[in-house]
């Protein structure tokens, strides 16, 4: 696949370095935003505005499959989209930084307005950091969550602490619940796909796939947390931290949120109903301790600046808060708050580069979701006549994968050995980044 990316940036760099063994990049923007990280990939680099049609043609964009937008400036990348679609019709992904850009942009999507004003896919990297953000809060203690055949069926992380149960026993040994799958562990930073005789350590980290009833109790009886998050303190109260807070009101948590900027806060307030909303600097300690933010089940620190957010994190933790969860830009900053005792450290960057592999997939697999920063991948494969029939004990993989959720019609069907595939059955499968493609190929080969 041909793929052009228009922007030198943090987000462009993320996409060349994702894409370019399996797919040919070229990347268009000034020379002077060329740094020494495109240097080093075997990539295409155009020097231009990818709005003029002159430097879109340098680019070959009449070849080309995919355009990505990703410069700073949303109009820029508004423009070029639509600059790609009507030299060559091929498929546009725009990122943009502001909602009123996303809801513009998506109006070719409704009914309502008719027109030939369209982008493919509009991709607003707050708002999927936002969408991650709630699944992680609203799951008490989780260090991940996703959801899979509209709810029904989830995959959970959870840390072992060392007063567990299960530190020392097999898997076989655990009596995990009925209707749960371990797919993973991670452990001394390698993930790998356990099996029955793998001994669970201290400060693993298990990944479970099931039903969404089975792994809430899964949750209450061996990670003791079937208490529900009844109070959530946000540190940063920009586009984040408004858009988790409006969301979060709808659960019924009471909520806190700080925020610096005192008209801001005055925004806030007036459109957050059941939001406390304080005016202050979420690194002062002597605040943080007044509003008790050291009682809240969970803090969260959305702030624009990576070093604010570790401070602040890293001083709730000091007031004895259980579960600190923290927005790092940088995305290879992520390792060194984790490693500083931040409990969960996400990046809206990281949100979106999983947005674009998911859409560029060039096969009938659908990459679900990734998992550990990109360590697993979790896919969605139908099934087709060559495997009707076939028990889930008989599918020879060509490298470790397991088949976690089986979505029939309008059930989720969580497998054993002796269950049996049929044909229109969607399987849900955990693998291994690097033996994802060789699970897609097996497929493709056997159908």
């Known amino acids: 696949m041909n ?7 943090d987000i462009g760099c993320l996409l060349a370095t994702e894409f370019f063994e399996d797919h040919d990049i070229t990347v268009i923007d000034k020379e002077e935003n060329r740094t020494d990280e495109f240097d080093k990939l075997d990539i295409s680099f155009v020097h231009g505005n990818a709005s003029d049609m002159n430097i879109l043609k340098a680019a070959d964009i009449m070849n080309a499959d995919v355009f990505i937008a990703c410069t700073p400036l949303d109009e820029a990348n508004i423009v070029a989209c639509l600059t790609v679609k009507k030299m060559s019709g091929i498929r546009t992904i725009c990122f943009v930084s502001k909602e009123e850009y996303q809801n513009a942009m998506m109006l070719n999507k409704s009914e309502d307005y008719l027109g030939d004003f369209f982008i493919d896919y509009v991709i607003w990297p707050e708002a999927l950091l936002t969408q991650e ?40 040994d655990c009596g995990f619940t009925r209707d749960t799958i371990m797919v993973g562990i991670k452990r001394d930073n390698l993930l ?25 109790i899964l949750a209450g009886t061996f990670f003791h947390e079937n208490e529900e998050v009844k109070s959530v303190a ?34 806030l307030a007036q459109e957050l109903q059941k939001t406390l909303v304080i005016n202050g600097d979420g690194t002062n300690l002597k605040l943080l301790d007044e509003e008790e ?23 709730v933790k000091q007031l004895g808060v259980k579960r600190v969860i923290s927005r790092v830009s940088k995305v290879l900053n992520i390792p060194l708050f984790e490693k500083v005792g931040i409990d969960i450290a996400v990046s809206p960057k990281t949100s ?32 087709d006549e060559e495997f009707n029939g076939k028990l889930i004990k008989d599918i020879r993989f060509p490298a470790p994968a397991i088949v976690g959720v089986i979505q029939r019609r309008n059930n989720v069907i969580i497998p054993k050995g002796d269950t049996v595939i049929k044909v229109h059955d969607i399987l849900i499968i955990f693998t291994m980044a690097e033996n994802a493609q060789k699970i897609k190929d097996y497929f493709k080969v056997c159908v």
């Open 3 to 9: 793929i052009v990316i228009y922007g030198a940036t």
């Open 133 to 172: 953000l709630f699944r992680i809060v609203t799951v008490a203690h989780a260090l991940d969550v996703e959801n899979f055949a509209d709810g029904k069926a989830r995959l959970l992380e959870y840390k072992v602490k060392s007063s567990s149960s299960i530190v020392g026993k097999m898997v076989k």
């Open 192 to 216: 790998f796909i356990p099996n029955g005789l793998t001994e669970i350590n201290d400060g693993d980290k298990l990944i479970f796939m099931g039903t969404s009833h089975s792994l809430d």
């Open 234 to 267: 946000i540190i940063g109260g920009g586009n984040v931290g408004y858009m988790l807070a409006k969301s979060l009101e709808d659960m019924k948590i009471k909520i806190k949120i700080i925020e610096k900027d005192y008209d801001r806060c005055e925004f």
């Open 293 to 315: 933010i050291g009682s809240c089940d969970a803090v969260i620190s959305v702030t624009n600046n990576d070093e604010r957010n570790l401070l602040c994190s890293l001083l």
């Open 352 to 383: 979106a580069i999983n947005e674009v592999r998911n859409d560029i997939d060039e096969t009938s697999v659908d990459i679900l979701a990734t998992v550990e920063q990109g360590a697993a991948e979790v896919l969605e494969i139908p099934v």
